[in-house]
């Protein structure tokens, strides 16, 4: 344990220094990165040098009790109990620290929600999912923006893509990303046959210009008149922006605010977190070494929970939990299912701590 902390209080004052150096400013993007994990540090360097404080206390204790002054010795017998109580209770709090720390917990976070398999059903339990997040968010007290809202011809949505802001939006909801499956009886169903639909939910960290650097020779750019809803002003001015990303091939589109401007920093919002995601999925496959948690955020294609409204139970297939309190949880009451992803990821990375 001490080996590691020495480790850690010398990657602290290294990242110090490297800060003050005459030029640290000139690249700013480095300089705020190095900021950010000195920043992120604080905590654990505080907590690793009371560690060591009363480490080497215990140690100087324990040799006086191994020596042969008698006094000294009925004078530590008692200050070495308490003392192995304080460093055991300051070991756990380390080892909690120690986890490594998912640098984009903090972000705000690009959600986007689409209709699965299961036609207007899918659509239809699409646009439930979607309330749901706004209402989680709401009770967080997140500011929200509609980035894209494609809605379908026989109610709900085919698409959604909404920004969260707000402290640890990212970190909250990272484990929302998946199949999310829905079983119940469509409203068209006369002979009351359950059905299954799914739709699939992507969150994503937003990116920040320091995070991504978009050259714009590699945009492809395209302007044309919106459809849908929004009256007569979509179809009278080319207000919707189609972003092509040249070297990945991945393509935005953006079309709810009747400014060409205002959609064009909208779709390159999202472009620039997709184009995120995709680098730090990159990053982690190069890591031979990283741990397997029990909690994938990466697999989309993998079903991670069902709503079964019959029965009133949504269970998340991660983590075995199963809750019989749906219509709360599509009201945004997703604290206890956050809670306890949350809960299971940490245990797995103490593990490997």
């Known amino acids: 344990m001490i080996d590691k902390l020495q480790t850690v209080l010398a990657r602290y004052d290294e990242l110090a220094e490297l800060m003050n150096l005459p030029d640290a400013m000139q690249d700013m993007k480095a300089f705020t990165k190095l900021a950010r994990e000195h920043r992120s540090l604080t905590e654990l360097v505080d907590e690793s040098k009371k560690y060591i404080i009363t480490f080497n206390q215990l140690k100087d204790d324990e040799e006086i009790l191994n020596g042969d002054d008698p006094e000294l010795k009925e004078l530590v017998k008692d200050e070495i109990g308490e003392l192995r109580n304080i460093l055991g209770l300051q ?11 998912d640098p984009d917990d903090d972000k705000n976070t690009i959600l986007e929600v689409r209709s699965g398999t299961g036609g207007d059903e899918a659509a239809l339990f699409a646009g439930n999912l979607y309330r749901m997040y706004l209402r ?8 929200m923006e509609v ?30 990303s998946g199949v999310h499956r829905v079983q119940r009886i469509p409203e068209t169903e006369s002979s009351g046959r359950v059905h299954t639909s799914a739709a699939t939910v992507a969150v994503l960290p937003e990116a920040e210009d320091v995070d991504i650097e978009i050259n714009e020779s590699d945009l492809k750019i395209d302007t044309y008149r919106a459809s849908g809803a929004g009256g007569q002003h979509v179809n009278k001015t080319e207000s919707a922006i189609r972003i092509t990303h040249n070297p990945t091939g991945l393509v935005v589109i953006c079309q709810d605010e009747t400014s060409q401007h205002k959609n064009r920093d909208k779709a390159l919002k999202v472009l620039r977190s997709r184009l995120y995601e995709v680098e730090m999925e990159k990053q982690n496959k190069e890591r031979a070494s990283a741990r397997k948690s029990m ?35 599509m009201d945004g009451d997703l604290t206890e299912v956050i809670e306890a992803l949350k809960l299971e990821d940490q245990k797995a990375a103490m593990e490997a701590v």
Do not use: C
């Open 147 to 176: 980035m894209s809202l494609n809605e379908n011809e026989g109610g709900g949505i085919k698409e959604a893509v909404i920004s969260l802001i707000g402290e640890g939006a990212y970190g909250l909801l990272k484990f929302e």
């Open 136 to 143: 989680y968010a709401e009770r967080q007290g997140w500011k």
């Open 295 to 329: 909690v994938s955020t990466g697999d989309r294609s993998a079903k991670i929970r069902t709503y079964n409204f019959p029965q009133g139970r949504v269970t998340d297939h991660r983590i075995n939990l199963t809750l019989y309190k749906l219509n709360e949880i």
């Open 91 to 101: 070991e756990e709090k380390l080892k909690n620290l120690l986890i490594p720390n």
